[in-house]
């Protein structure tokens, strides 16, 4: 079998590497893309970039290809995915097209991106490596905290409770529980009643007594009254009420009564003089 000295010199592989000089197509890739300053070839690296990155896709598909191979192609394409930014980056200072802006991302989407490690992607059987999955089922860096300054600006009258009878929720609880509550001491005073361990009430004074006895010592205290105040009975006759006038404890006292008789026709209580 010939060695790579002798096809080297065939008359094949001369006129091949004649045609390769002529067309420029042994012309190697710069290393830098910021040495190139011509928009074009800069557009055909890029190009010469996606191709390789999208043959390397391809094979690391491929569960079977061993451990160390499938690593090396995952780098292999993380280090082109980074030269072809290079180039995009290269190509839009030129005033070139934005690739980075408004090109598709056809290769970074097939590749999964470790929480926590930005800009490292992982290909095809990759991710599937020992040491590689137990990466992608980390949970994710907690969020940063806020600053005293952001969480006053949440700061508000809700957060006092200043509009918590507003939201139509809480009055309704308190109706509901307060009318349990009053059923609730209306049956204990039934069955208290009924088992006769009723206190005793004292009996409420009878502020609508005897007219005659009320009207007597009225016209008493106001005639002792004028002959204080006008002895020699220069000022006339003064006016005297002849219908019993109540007392401020009188009138609360009538309301008092009152307001238990509507509770009691509410719930159904039995009128009862000793209430």
């Known amino acids: 079998m010939a060695r790579n000295a002798e096809k080297a010199m065939t008359t094949l ?3 091949r590497a004649a045609k390769e000089a002529e067309t420029g197509k042994n012309e190697r890739r710069p290393y830098l893309a910021s040495e190139c300053k011509d928009l074009p070839k800069c557009e055909k690296w890029r190009l010469e970039i996606i191709r390789e990155i999208s043959k390397k896709v391809a094979q690391i598909q491929n569960a079977g290809l061993g451990e160390f191979r499938i690593r090396d192609l995952n780098d292999e394409i993380n280090k082109l995915l980074r ?8 190509i839009s200072d030129l005033g070139g097209p934005h690739y980075r802006r408004y090109g598709p991302k056809m290769f970074d989407a097939e590749g999964r991106e470790v929480p926590g490690n930005r800009g490292y992607k992982y290909f095809g059987a990759a991710k599937d490596l020992p040491g590689v999955r137990e990466l992608f089922e980390q949970e994710p860096p907690p969020p940063p905290k806020k600053t005293r300054a952001e969480l006053m600006k949440d700061i508000d009258a809700d957060y006092y409770g200043y ?3 507003d939201d139509g929720i809480l009055l309704p609880l308190e109706e509901k529980a307060e009318k349990v509550a009053i059923q609730k001491t209306v049956e204990d005073w039934k069955q208290s ?11 409420e004074e009878d502020i609508y007594g005897s007219d ?3 009207s007597s010592d009225a016209e008493e205290k106001q005639q002792q009254q004028q002959q204080k105040d006008d002895p020699m009975g220069l000022l006339g006759p003064r006016f005297t009420a002849h219908v019993p006038v109540p007392s401020q404890k009188d009138i609360e006292a009538a309301l008092l009564r009152k307001r238990k008789l509507e509770l009691m026709k509410k719930y159904g209580i039995e009128d009862d003089e000793d209430m």
């Open 163 to 165: 509009r918590d009878d």
């Open 13 to 15: 592989a001369r006129w």
């Open 83 to 90: 030269e072809k930014r290079h180039w995009e980056n290269q």
């Open 212 to 214: 005659a006895r009320i």
């Open 193 to 203: 009643r009924a088992s006769g361990q009723e206190k005793d009430v004292e009996p």
